[in-house]
């Protein structure tokens, strides 16, 4: 079953709120709204997605339920079980860190194709986002003014690394970006995030870009991730304990010996 954590169905601000029409793209509006109740841990790592209980939660029909959870099932963020449908993808230390690792080398790599390949329309893009982001105050005081931050911060990188000209490139960084969102999510100190000054550094970035500076750029980036590690470190402290939590959970045998959960050894003779 679902979190307490609100819907983003429910969210009214016009820059969270699904874009397509939900009367008239069902599948596609609750594709929007499963995706990012995933990110946002609505649903847990490893929730089984119910059919039935999706359609009762969105107060959507069965058919969009199923081609949505299919649309998501190469994401990332949804996994299949044979014979057993459909669950929220698990997490892990090791895959954080191979996603925070392909992450940075995949948005580099397309920074420096975008800086090659994009255009005045691409530049101007870019000014008009920086612009439209520097309006979201970072408030994280309910849910739905966290979501518009994070919106917002994602937009704004998304349309600087649309330069690069590759769909099948954007469609990788997209992905990665969502998982490693979860990640945040699920697992991060807030509070370290919020007096990081993202807005600062985004008008350093853009201002390299609008100069075509490309060392600039670079610098600034490596420095933009850098300015996260403390609050990556949180989420990774986050996980050792949610991954403690799951394997140091022990029974008590019939002599009273603790033993952690798993496969019973065979008798011996």
């Not at 690792?101 to 893009?125: K, T, V």
């Not at 992905?175 to 979860?182: G, H, I, S, Y």
Request: charge should be neutral; charged fraction near 30%.
């Amino acid at each position: 079953m679902p979190t307490d954590l609100p819907s983003v169905k429910n969210f009214t601000a016009p820059s969270i709120v699904a874009p397509v029409d939900p009367d008239r793209n069902p599948t596609l509006a609750l594709e929007y709204w499963l995706r990012r109740d995933i990110i946002r841990g609505v649903f847990a790592p490893l929730d089984r997605l119910k059919v039935e209980q999706l359609v009762s939660f969105y107060e959507v029909g069965h058919s969009p339920v199923r081609e949505a959870i299919l649309r998501l099932s190469t994401s990332g963020l949804v996994v299949h079980e044979h014979q057993k449908g459909h669950r929220v993808a698990p997490v892990s230390l090791a895959d954080y860190s191979d996603l925070s690792r392909a992450y940075r080398a995949i948005y580099l790599l397309m920074l420096d194709m975008a800086l090659e390949n994009g255009d005045d329309a691409w530049e101007e893009a870019v000014v008009i986002q920086l612009h439209r982001s520097l309006k979201v105050e970072k408030n994280f005081d309910d849910p739905e003014h966290r979501e518009m931050w994070q919106r917002a911060y994602s937009v704004l990188h998304s349309t600087l690394l649309s330069g690069c000209g590759s769909p099948v490139m954007m469609r990788i960084w997209m992905d990665l970006d969502a998982r490693l969102e979860r990640y945040i999510n699920l697992f991060a100190d807030y509070e370290l995030d919020l007096v990081l000054d993202h807005h600062s550094k985004h008008r350093e970035i853009v201002d390299a870009v609008t100069k075509r500076d490309a060392d600039r750029l670079h610098a600034l980036v490596i420095d933009m991730f850098e300015m996260g590690s403390g609050f990556r470190r949180t989420v990774i402290r986050g996980l050792r304990q949610y991954e403690q939590d799951l394997t140091g959970k022990v029974t008590t045998e019939v002599d009273g010996r603790p033993r952690k959960r798993g496969r019973p050894r065979k008798a011996t003779a």
